[in-house]
């Protein structure tokens, strides 16, 4: 069963090869594209069902070598938790490709670029140590900016220096945290690192490890005050790339620090903790600001994305069952609501007279697209929280642990700043769908067939959403039990 592992990393790397291969024939490329993709999320699926089903993780030693020697890959609860989310986004990222009339679409290194991004996501959730864990969030960086800068966008050369200088910061840290750690316990092997860490005391080397570590997963998350390089960057890229930046790729820094606090530094985890509430309050803050301040739908949806990672940052920083379980429901909701959004943003673009999500060059564009408009009302409506979408749950599961945590100030202003969403996603719905522009005239543009599918999911998980909830009680009751890890990978 542990060969289960291999398909959902090795089909997107697969992809990277075949879609190359087949570059100068651009039907045969997008048709394996998107039967790849589809494999992937059958694989990850299963492999899902498998986890889930013998309540514990599965391990892999590729090389043959047994922990903590050799190369180890992990699928314990959390990771298939993540890994099936990415893989429902990216797939839905292939269709919405597939419909896209952006011309970046058409270059014949899209494809092998896109699934290099999925290859490096796949392999970070999967891996078992920290070095792997950095080459893998390096292969992120290096397509992501890639994707970026060969986008239609005017400012995509702009937003890949700016993502490439800040991810060469993020790097430094990283390697600077691992080589601390390597130091002191010579290993990086996550399980073995776990174990001797949490024997005590630390080091002062350790703690700068633990801090370099935080800092190089905030800004992975683009969490607040490390956010700075986020909506340019998400709001330069093609849109197909911008709905899997901002959906899932934040998630690898989101993973990383529930690993940091749930696994790796369990004894320093509520200062952690702390710091994350502290974050996670002023970015909802911020973000919904930020949002309802901009000129550009996708930079709106970028901001939100600071915003809604702040949800997130709360509820692991609470650190209560409740909390942890309502903030992977948000994640795992956010993924699929906000790469819709984007989709949404993009495809209104693609219909302006000048191809850009400028509120000016837009405005007036969806009155002509009802069913866009429709689906961009209930993606907002999941975003804000609002019934019978998913929104409501995860946020709902957020406030209610709020309350059973007593951390009532914090609840107060992120409370408030949830109006915030409401005013930015309906200013944005009236701009683009009510606004009348004499200038506007009816045009065709990218498909509606992928966002309307994430949306119908939403609703779908809005209206029974056990499934979800009772998969991140799983994961919740596996984490909160360190040695589980342990125990699975250095059996």
Known sequence: MEWLILPPFLLPFAGVVFTLLTRKRRALQSGLALAIMLLALVATSVLTWVVLTNQKGLVLHPGLWPAPIGITLVADPLTVFMLLMTHLVLTAGIVYALGSTEKVVQYPTFYPLFFG???????????????????FTEVIVITGTALTGIADDEFGVEASYKY??????????????????????GTLNIAQLSELINRGPLSAL??????LLTATFLTKSAAFPFHFWQPDFHAA?????????????????????????????????????????????????????????????????????????GFILVGFGWGTPLSITAALVFAFN????????????????????????????????????????????????????????????SKLGIFWSGIEAAQYLPLAIIGVASVLTVFYVISAFIKIWFEQKPAVKPKQGDFLLAPALLIGLCLLLGLWGEPLILFAQTVTAWISVPMNYAAIVLR
């Open 206 to 211: 350790t703690l700068a490890g633990m801090v």
């Open 117 to 135: 991004l999925a290859t490096g996501l796949s392999g970070a959730f999967l891996t078992g140590d920290l070095l792997n864990l950095f080459v």
């Open 237 to 309: 890229a093609p849109t197909p790339v911008s709905a899997m930046l901002s959906s899932v790729v934040v998630k690898v820094g989101v993973y990383g620090l529930l690993r940091t606090t749930s696994l790796l530094f369990v004894s320093e985890a509520d200062a952690l903790r702390s710091l994350l509430v502290l974050l996670g309050v002023v970015g909802v803050v911020y973000g919904g600001f930020g949002a309802a301040g901009t000129h550009n739908a996708k930079r709106m949806l970028a901001y939100s994305t600071l915003s809604q990672i």
């Open 164 to 185: 490439i200088l800040i991810s060469t910061v993020a790097s430094t840290f990283f390697l600077l945290g691992i080589g601390s750690l390597y130091a002191v316990y």
């Open 334 to 393: 956010h993924a699929l609501v906000k790469s819709a959004m984007l989709m949404l943003a993009g495809a209104m673009a693609s219909r302006a007279a000048v191809k850009s999500a400028s509120f000016e060059v837009v405005a007036g564009v969806g009155k002509y697209h009802p069913f866009a408009g429709a689906l961009f009302l209930l993606g907002g409506m999941s975003l804000a929280g609002i019934p019978p979408t998913n929104g409501f749950l």
